[in-house]
């Protein structure tokens, strides 16, 4: 388990934060046997809180010169900082005992700080945030490796960590202050972690399963955001349209991760933003927008690529995963479709009244006349615009709207990819490149 937590790191040089109780010896000792090819440094922060501290440094650094490992102690003013901010003295400790043990690895240039956190410290970060209202990120819990900090333990219980210390004769104090019920973190470990696994026995696993779903979920937002962020993002400035087009959990998130602020604030922040790009004057369709100058319907080759009077459709098979990347991130004229089973027909036309689709992702179908109402579109425009149709059912009006049909998910065979590129600029297509589609791009109109 440690050994495996190390090769997440490259650092040659790793800071073990040791408070001299079992949790934080154990991990020590365990360093020590799985790493001898590193330099280990351990590392007590005094928070001038108990007569005892003293006595559990002593202990540590006795540990350590029997090993020969160097051993460090950082003081921290929790008492001082705690009367001038009047926040809970947790809360400040936990603060300044970072800040304390990040001073120590940069002084001594340590690429990692190792913590001895373990799957019972997991549940309990995981309940705490539940509690709280936490979002993905609080649900995910601790991560074995992130921000510089290293949890070789995260997979091992505390009475684990307890008997190894036992087994092993490696010394350790235990703290009195873990027994103060007034301390909400000892309060849910003593009294309500016991009574809700009495009432539902194995509460703790399922605790880490939703952090591990958390977690991959979260991993996911934060890329999608990050590439959403680019596009709506241009020198500091927002472009209100694409903002208010965004789904509100993205910018929620875009706003977490550039802003300092509580979660209401971030709610109330993103619903003012899109408000006041709610009264931004509505995009309405350029001149070059694809625009259908025929009106019997249009079969796109699959693969293969479709030529028409000012634009092209192309239609060509991609990676699964390659799509599930750039699906949240794709461009109002690109469509990923799940092209798995049965051959089906791909089929391009005119919109037309009474035209319905069911939006992905909402309940029951809609009319095109009201998306094109919405969007602001002309009267003029509409009447040429490009509807892309499966097997005869609507399933793309382009720049505008998909349906739920054929969604890509990471259970998809096949992803087909549908673009619509200009031919009148800088994305035309070469000759070469018409020749070589070959028969395959001829319009073929049905009556």
Known sequence: MVREALGQIDAQVVLVAVSGGPDSMCLLRALVAAAPDRSLVACTVHHGLRPEADAEIELVAAFCRE???????????????????????????????????????????????ALGHTRDDQVETILMHVLRGSGLRGLSGMQLWSDGLLRPLLGLRRADSHRYCELLDVPHVHDPSNLDLTADRNRLREVVIPALEAFHPGLADHLIGLAESASIDDRFLAEVTAAFQERVVVEGALHARLWASLPEAIRRRMLLQNADASRDQIRNRSAQLAKAAADVPHWRAPAWWPQLSREPSLIIPVPGILHLESFAVEAQFVPVQAALQRLYVAGPLDLYLDWSGPAAELGMRRWRQGDRIRPLGMRGTRKLQDVFVDAKVPAAARQRWPVMEVDGVITWVPGLIRADTRPVSAMSGRVLHLRLVREDDGSRLEPAERRKTGANSRLILIE
């Open 67 to 113: 090993r020969g490992i160097r051993h460090v102690v950082r003081h921290a003013p929790v008492a001082a900082v705690r009367k001038q901010t009047r926040r809970s003295l947790q809360t400040v400790a936990r603060e300044l005992r970072y800040q304390a043990l990040r001073d120590a690895a940069a002084s001594i240039g340590a690429g990692a700080i």
